[in-house]
């Protein structure tokens, strides 16, 4: 049988594997942590357990495929549940507004507490839906880099259409101008953070991710999104995967333009087939650093980091649901902090992502596990120790005011996640969450291929390069693999 190397364990070499598995490949998965899963992980702080990373769930179907694809009834081994709630929103004037999975309810949500008219928001998530329709065909499900996708027909009628994706203004511009109330254009506006771009910049085509959570839905993994690693990792054994952790891949071998295996500190190891699911910036500078450079694509501007406290909370709050957000009274000045100065805001939005509200073993009875994150600048050797401090301090207060307690009495655990530590743990470049930003109109083109136009039986997968960051667009990228692999 023909021999794959997999380099990493992060959800898309996961993925890669358990596909080169069913093709007949016997496949070697190379990880330098001693756990699967990269950013997918989890952590355990006393008797608190915390999704690592990752936190919304869309696109199960996805990862249902994986088990199909080995025989198997998805349900058996992965259980998942649609939210009816997506997220509750609190603005700092006290307005509170929860984005409801159903339709109708949703729209008279928005209707009631921002005077929003229906049909603007019932415009927004069709708009958002056929971008989907429109473009997930084509740049997500196929290889941007081959022939045979920009010559399809789909490709065709979609240039014919190329004005309406909304490529020439910002998604800022896009939302101002369909909503009435700014509240309404901020709540929209996130989404540009779901793949770590600034709404200010990015363009409007990338109102195509509401339609992920409203359209498709936002779902929650039975035991927590460290379920899929773990899962995955278990069905990637199933079918014969060999993993072996604790070793970090140090070079890819190249010989006369072919990839040949990698070096490790047990030696060489030869494969006829290479998938690297290390960062793509990461991988040149290391495993191919005497090979050709695209540096271009090496250079391109990073997506934004984050910077996360994990708490131990000794109190219930039944006002916070599963995904909460305390918004910034100033958005367009937060994103100018995060991407032009480098810096924090003084009043950051707050995410408080607490899986004890699905799964009560996360935390003590009574108490909660409060993943509370903010969106910050890619590592460029700021003062991480002072600016956590300086976060801590900001993110107490706003929580405190909206909650009407001051929460630091109630923090029993704690552990920090900065953008040093991210890229330490998973070799992430400047900790950014997603590879490259999509902050300018070609950044869907400005991403590697899933393969090596100069070094034959060399491929990539994951978050850093086509078609994106994200647990779907990774688990699409370990397909687009596959099938470059077996044309
Ligand atoms: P990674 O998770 O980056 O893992 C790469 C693996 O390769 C690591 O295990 C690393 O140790 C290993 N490795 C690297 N170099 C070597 C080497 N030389 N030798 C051996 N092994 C090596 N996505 C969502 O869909 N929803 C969310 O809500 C969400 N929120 C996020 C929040 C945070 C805080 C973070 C960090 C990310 C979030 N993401 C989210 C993004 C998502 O986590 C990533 O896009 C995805 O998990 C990346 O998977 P990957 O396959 O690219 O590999």
């Known amino acids: 049988a023909k021999t794959a190397i997999v380099i990493g364990s992060g959800i898309a070499g996961i993925a890669a594997a358990i596909r080169l598995a069913k093709r007949g490949y016997t496949v070697s998965v190379f990880e330098a942590n001693n756990y699967p899963g990269g950013k997918l992980s989890e952590i355990r702080l006393g008797a608190y357990r915390f999704d690592a990373g990752p936190s919304l769930f869309t696109l199960p179907a996805l990862v249902d495929e994986l ?85 399809s027909t789909k490709a065709f009628a979609a240039y014919s259409r190329l004005h309406k994706f909304d490529f020439n203004r910002t998604m800022h511009e ?60 278990e069905l990637a054994e199933k079918v014969g995967v060999r993993f072996y952790f604790n070793t970090t891949v140090q070079k890819i071998v190249v010989h006369n333009g072919t990839a040949k295996g990698i070096d490790t500190h047990m030696g060489f190891h030869k494969a006829d087939r290479i998938v690297c699911n290390m960062d793509m910036v990461a991988a040149y500078r290391t495993l191919l650093k005497d090979q050709h450079q695209p540096k271009k694509l090496l250079n391109q501007p990073k997506s934004s980091s984050a910077l996360i406290f994990y708490w131990g909370i000794k109190k219930s709050f039944p006002q916070l649901g599963l995904h909460n957000i305390f918004f910034t009274s100033d958005y367009k000045r937060e994103f100018e902090h995060i991407f032009d100065k480098g810096s924090l805001f003084k009043d950051p939005t707050v995410y408080v992502n607490i899986t004890s509200v699905m799964n009560p073993s ?41 909650l009407g307690t001051n929460i630091e009495s109630f923090i029993e655990e704690e552990s920090v996640l900065d953008p040093r530590l991210i890229e ?51 688990l699409s990228s370990a397909k687009l693999v596959d099938e470059l692999m077996n044309q």
């Open 67 to 151: 088990f199909e694809l080995c025989g198997m009834n998805p349900a058996d081994s992965f259980v998942y549940e649609q939210l009816d709630e997506t997220c509750r929103y609190f603005f700092p004037d006290g307005t509170k507004l929860t984005a409801w999975a159903d339709r109708e309810k949703l729209k008279q949500e928005f209707l009631e507490k921002l005077t929003e008219p229906k049909e603007n928001v019932e415009a927004a998530l069709n708009q958002s839906q056929w971008l989907y329709s429109q473009l997930a065909p084509l740049f997500i499900e196929k290889s941007l880099h081959k022939p045979g996708t920009w010559l």
């Open 424 to 474: 330490l743990k998973t070799s992430s470049v400047a900790g950014a969450l997603y590879g490259n930003s999509s902050n300018n109109k070609f950044a869907a083109f400005l991403r590697h291929p899933n393969f090596s136009s100069k070094i034959r039986h060399l491929y990539f997968c994951g978050g850093s390069v086509h078609p994106g960051g994200g647990i779907p667009l990774c």
């Open 362 to 402: 996360d935390a003590p009875s009574g108490c909660q596990n409060w993943f509370t994150m903010i969106n910050v600048p890619n590592n460029q050797g700021q003062d991480w120790d002072y600016l956590i401090q300086y976060a801590r301090k900001a993110i107490i207060n706003k929580l405190s005011e909206n």
């Open 174 to 233: 896009a939302n101002s101008k369909r909503f009435e109330n700014e509240k309404t254009t901020q709540l929209f506006n996130r989404y540009a953070t779901y793949n770590g771009s600034d709404p200010y910049q990015t363009p409007a085509t990338l109102n195509i991710i509401p339609h992920l959570e409203f359209g498709i839905g936002a779902y929650f993994p039975k035991g927590g999104m460290h379920s899929i690693t773990q899962t995955l990792y």
